[in-house]
């Protein structure tokens, strides 16, 4: 299961300085055409709503063998995203678009990380292709 977070649904438009020009139909594409070339089916989902996120991380667990969440600004705030990580026990791989290290101190803290298998950060839209691989190179790995 591939989810996103709050205000990821404006990429294209959104500081593209920062975030890049593809939108998250074109993410969600590319994303599909990695699955495919690894023999894997994905679903994604965005969500502006932190209960959304943590109702399909609950619908999650015994659907699909594993996570890939940009939690967007929740990756800094959220006890209960994480709850629901932790609650699923899926492998979970972070991602995001930007280097969150490079940005403002109040980014640098996640509550995804140390739940997380990893963390993929600043690479754009290849933060997501090289965070599906890790996941499907992970669950490869466990059978
Ligand atoms: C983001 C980084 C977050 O700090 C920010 O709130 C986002 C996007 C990224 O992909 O770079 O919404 O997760």
Do not use: W
């Amino acid at each position: 299961m591939v989810l996103h977070g709050p205000n990821l649904n404006l990429l294209g438009q959104r500081e593209p300085e920062i975030y890049g020009s593809l939108t998250l139909g074109d993410i969600n594409s590319l994303l599909t055409q990695e699955a495919k070339k690894h023999g894997v089916e994905i679903f994604c989902l965005q969500s502006n709503h932190e209960g959304n996120l943590v109702d399909a991380i609950h619908q999650a667990f015994g659907s699909y063998q594993g996570i890939l969440i940009n939690a967007g600004a929740y990756t800094h705030t959220s006890v209960a995203i994480r709850d629901a990580l932790t609650g699923v026990n899926l492998p979970t791989v972070e991602v995001h678009l930007s280097n969150v290290y490079r940005r403002e101190e109040f980014r640098h803290h996640s509550y995804i990380a140390p739940v997380a298998i990893g963390q993929i950060s600043g690479f754009g839209v290849q933060s997501y292709i090289l965070g599906l691989q890790a996941l499907v190179n992970h669950l490869k790995n466990l059978s």
